[in-house]
């Protein structure tokens, strides 16, 4: 089911300059049992006149970015002493080095990513280190640039969620591709970058509050059974001004909502419909909220952390289908207004005392790639055609369109026995 890739070589980066020999703690948000995954980005790009002097730029410039962001060249570990009172892992910084791969395909081509993979896994040798336990000792930064059939390439980046969250990943890639672009630029000594992973840290918190997307609610259909047991189809809809225009419309006796907000409770009624579920389960969508500007004081610009808690919608089947667009679209509204400083101190609370962790029945979760800049990262050999994940599962991602500033894309991975009438669902909001 996976695409015939060849690495040619593998080399280990190191930062070009001395960085310091340290170890830093993580939060306890970045120590989150459920973020010790890898972030895995796909930019697809046209095909490129100059290959060789390509690969040598951006190993020069991965070296280069690796000085300001030195912990992406360090090891992930669980922390001897449990972690106090921030979070149980470290990043042991020696400069030990990210990896860098270079592979080939005699199969894939720029055209092949306008449709969604055949299989889940269809593109996973887009980047073939495929890290199970980031505590393992595997570098946190993982490049591997693929040349394809048509000339094109394929530029896939892993990198360890403990580390770093979406925003803070897209600023380093941003750094990345203009020390690529421009071997003279020296952007590095410009842009901000922030550590300071002690500013979430636990704190005294005034009220014990409700954190929903902690609960577990009862599995009354064999849920988590069915996700793992059934064949999932990846899809993917694009959603363009008009039609998202047209989902705040149908959502409009709530007031103002943003895109993000209609097309997020759009997509949660669309899927749950399609999945043929008792009335009476319970359902949640699951979203992360950038908390950089909710908490007080404000996280430092640049800070390159986990700052974001999850966002948590949730309802019974029988009221999101029966309900109406309006009704899951004030859910996730909902949502997102409670979080506030008080909520995040509190979220920190319960991930390091309890080790709280999402639940994963009745659960989609959605991640927001669309407003990261992923679609504006040149390295020097234009704009990407594509934007994406190496891997399309059941997380829901929201991903930017190239050229198409407006345009958002749905990607999601579902039961083979609910996609057709999932995509009739989503592509058809009035039903």
């Not at 490129?48 to 060249?73: E, N």
Request: glycine fraction near 6%; include cysteine.
């Amino acid at each position: 089911m996976g695409t015939l890739v060849n690495v040619k070589e593998a080399t280990v980066i190191t930062p070009s300059d001395q960085t310091p020999s340290t170890v830093l703690s993580l939060s306890a948000l970045d120590s989150q049992l459920f973020l010790r995954f890898t972030i895995e980005y796909l930019l697809v790009y046209t095909p490129v006149s100059d290959p060789v002097s390509l690969s040598d730029r951006l190993k020069l410039a991965l070296s280069r970015s690796l000085v300001p962001y030195f912990p992406f060249s360090g090891r992930v570990r669980e922390r001897p002493d449990g972690g106090g009172g921030g979070g149980n892992l470290e990043v042991n910084c020696r400069g030990q080095g990210a990896l860098f791969l270079e592979a080939v395909s005699d199969h894939l081509t720029c055209l092949d990513f306008q449709k969604p993979p055949r299989h889940v896994t269809s593109w996973r040798k887009l980047l073939s280190l495929n890290v199970v336990d980031v505590l393992a000792g595997a570098p946190p930064l993982v490049v591997q640039l693929t040349w394809l059939r048509d000339g094109g390439a394929a530029l896939a980046v892993g990198v360890n969620h403990c580390v770093s969250d979406g925003i803070g990943s897209a600023e380093f890639l941003t750094l990345f591709a203009e020390l690529s672009r421009d071997s003279l630029s020296q952007t590095e000594s410009k842009r901000k970058h922030a550590w300071d992973r002690h500013l979430l840290n636990r704190s005294p918190v005034r009220d014990s509050l409700n954190h929903p997307e902690f609960n577990r609610v009862p599995d009354l259909c064999g849920f988590v059974n069915r996700f793992n047991a059934e064949r999932l189809v990846p899809t993917s809809v694009v959603f363009e001004k008009h039609r998202l225009t047209e989902l705040k419309k149908l959502a409009s006796r709530l007031g103002e909502s943003t895109s993000f907000e209609v097309l997020s409770a759009h997509v949660w009624r669309s899927w749950a419909r399609s999945l043929n579920l008792p009335s009476n389960q319970s359902l949640k969508l699951l979203f992360s909220i950038n908390i950089r500007d909710r908490v007080e004081p404000s996280l430092p610009t640049g800070f390159y952390g986990n700052a974001f808690v999850v966002g948590c919608a949730q309802t019974t089947v029988k009221d999101l289908t029966e309900k109406g667009l309006s009704h899951a679209t004030m859910l996730v509204k909902q949502a997102k207004e409670r979080v506030g400083d008080d909520y995040v101190r509190s979220v920190v609370e319960a991930v390091s005392k309890a080790g709280a962790c999402p639940d994963s029945v009745g659960v989609l979760i959605l991640s927001q790639w669309s407003r990261l800049g992923l679609e504006r990262l040149d390295f020097g050999f234009g704009k990407p055609v594509h934007v994406g994940s190496v891997c399309c599962d059941r997380y829901c991602l929201l991903l930017p369109v190239p050229e198409q500033s407006d345009a958002v894309k749905v990607m999601v991975a579902v039961p083979s026995s609910a996609v057709d009438s999932y995509e009739n669902l989503v592509m058809s909001p009035n039903i």
